[in-house]
């Protein structure tokens, strides 16, 4: 399975060497010039519910500029 990054696709990488972190997990968004404000925001929630479903306590998330 490959993450490309697409509006909607995910990813969940489990115990990266990279990181302190249980998972990883990678949304899609699209291209960041095609992205509002009201779209981060539906994304967010998105995650938060997914990191609720896995029973998770710490979330952290990262968007790129």
């Not at 990266?16 to 404000?37: S, Y």
């Not at 929630?45 to 997914?50: A, E, H, L, N």
């Amino acid at each position: 399975n490959e993450f490309k990054g697409t509006k909607g696709d995910l990813f969940i990488i489990y115990e990266p060497k990279q990181c302190n972190a249980q998972r990883v997990i990678l949304v899609g968004v699209g291209k960041m010039a095609d992205i509002e404000l009201e779209a981060l925001r539906a994304i967010s929630g998105q995650i938060v519910k997914k990191a609720q479903s896995l029973d998770l306590t710490d979330v952290a998330i990262l968007v790129p500029t």
